[in-house]
C-alpha cells in the first residue's frame, strides 16, 4: 500500500514537471505579456507555495478556497457546480455556431451589464496586434468580427474562462473554436491551423486553444475573433484593445443596438457610467429615437448605369453625405452591381 501511495505521488510529480516544461517551453512562443501565474499553470491565483491542507465552497459555490499548510490560499473554480447551470446546458449545440435560434434581437433588454473580469476571473489577450479588417459590413458582406494578422502556427489564447462548446471545421470560419464564458459571452476564434481542446473542454483566460492559420475562407493565416452574446455579434472592439493586449473596461454595458453589423466600435461614446443612472423614460426616448433612426435608414442596390450622383439625386441627398454612411466608399470608387449602400 505505502509503495503504491509512493509510485502514485512520484507519478503526479513527474507529471507535473513535464507540464511545467511544456508550458515554460510555449511560454516561449508568447506573443503577449501573459501574467507569469497564467503561463506557468499551477499556481493560479496562488499565494506562497505551501501544500493543500484543504477546500472550502465559498458563497454561492461557484467558487473554492483551496487552504495550504503554509496559512497560504487559492481560490479554484467550482466546474462541477457550474455545469448544472443554465448557462452550460441550456442553448448548448456542439455543432453550431449560433445554438440561440429562438432568440430574436427584441427578446434582447435594451442594456446588459456584463462584468468581464473580477478578483477570480481574468482575461488574456487572444492574440495582440493590430486589428487590419474591422467588424462591420464590407462590399456588401457582414463580418460579423476582428482580424488580427499572425504568421502560420502563432499561439492562440482563450480570452475568459469557461467550457468550449465548439471545435471543428466549418465551411467559412475553417478549423473554428467556440468557448462559451461565465460573463454570458461567446467567444469564436476561427482559420486556426490546429486546434488543442475539444468540446465539453473547461478552459481558463490564458489557456492554449490552439495555434492560428489560413483555413476556411480566409486570404492569409490571421485570427478571426468574435464576441457574441445569445447568439448575436458585436464588435470586439467594444471590449478588447489588441494593440495593447488589454480589455478596455472590466463591466461592460452591452446596449442591444451594439448587435447588428452596423453598429461597430465608437472610441468616445457616452460614459457607460451616466449610462447607468439613465431613468426608465430617458432609456424609453432613446430607444426611440435609434428605434426611428433605423426606420428612417434607406437602401440602395447598386445596378447597371447607376452612378453615385445619379442616386444621390434620385434620393435627394448628397454624394459626399452617401460616402459618409458607407464606410470606404468614396466618390471615385467603382460601384459593383449588387452591392447595396445605404443612401439615408
Ligand atoms: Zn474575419
Not at 514537471?17 to 496562488?46: C, E, V, W, Y
Not at 456584463?114 to 495582440?128: E, G, Q
Not at 484593445?241 to 461592460?252: A, I, S, T
Amino acid at each position: 500500500m505505502k509503495r503504491l501511495c509512493v509510485l502514485i505521488l512520484s507519478l503526479i510529480i513527474c507529471n507535473l514537471a513535464t507540464a511545467q516544461t511544456d508550458s515554460l517551453l510555449s511560454g516561449k512562443r508568447d506573443t503577449l505579456d501573459r501574467p507569469a501565474d497564467i503561463i506557468s499553470g499551477f499556481t493560479l491565483f496562488a499565494k506562497g507555495n505551501g501544500a493543500a491542507v484543504d477546500t472550502l465552497d465559498v458563497g454561492d459555490g461557484r467558487v473554492k478556497i483551496v487552504l495550504r499548510d503554509d496559512n497560504t490560499w487559492y481560490l479554484i473554480k467550482n466546474v462541477e457546480a457550474m455545469a448544472d447551470e443554465d448557462l452550460y446546458t441550456r442553448n448548448w449545440r456542439e455543432h453550431l455556431v449560433n445554438p440561440y435560434l429562438g432568440t430574436p434581437l427584441d427578446s434582447i433588454p435594451y442594456r446588459v451589464t456584463i462584468p468581464l473580469v473580477d478578483s477570480v476571473s481574468r482575461f488574456v489577450c487572444p492574440h495582440k496586434g493590430r486589428v487590419f479588417s474591422k467588424f462591420g459590413v464590407r462590399h456588401g458582406r457582414k463580418h460579423t468580427g476582428c482580424d488580427v494578422p499572425y504568421p502560420n502556427g502563432t499561439p492562440v489564447y482563450c480570452a475568459f474562462d469557461g467550457r468550449v462548446r465548439l471545435a471543428e471545421r466549418h465551411q467559412g470560419y475553417g478549423l473554428a473554436i467556440v468557448v462559451r464564458h461565465e460573463n454570458g459571452l461567446e467567444t469564436l476564434y476561427g482559420h486556426l491551423s490546429r486546434m488543442d481542446v475539444e468540446p465539453g473542454q473547461w478552459v481558463h483566460a490564458g489557456d492554449l486553444l490552439g495555434l492560428g492559420g489560413s483555413t476556411g475562407r480566409s486570404s492569409g493565416p490571421h485570427l478571426h475573433f468574435e464576441t457574441r452574446y445569445c447568439g448575436h455579434a458585436f464588435d470586439p472592439e467594444w471590449i478588447v484593445d489588441f494593440e495593447h493586449g488589454v480589455l478596455r473596461k472590466n463591466v461592460f454595458v452591452l446596449k442591444r443596438s451594439y448587435l447588428s453589423p452596423y453598429s461597430r466600435y465608437v472610441p468616445d461614446s457616452v460614459d457607460d457610467e451616466e449610462e447607468l443612472y439613465m431613468t426608465e423614460e430617458q432609456i424609453k426616448a432613446e430607444e426611440e429615437r435609434i428605434a426611428k433612426e433605423r426606420a428612417a435608414m434607406q437602401y440602395h442596390t447598386i445596378r447597371s448605369g447607376d452612378t453615385l450622383s445619379g442616386i444621390a439625386h434620385k434620393y435627394g441627398t448628397s454624394v459626399s453625405k452617401i460616402c459618409s454612411l458607407n464606410s470606404g466608399l468614396k466618390p471615385t470608387t467603382v460601384l459593383s452591381i449588387g452591392r447595396k449602400i445605404r443612401v439615408k
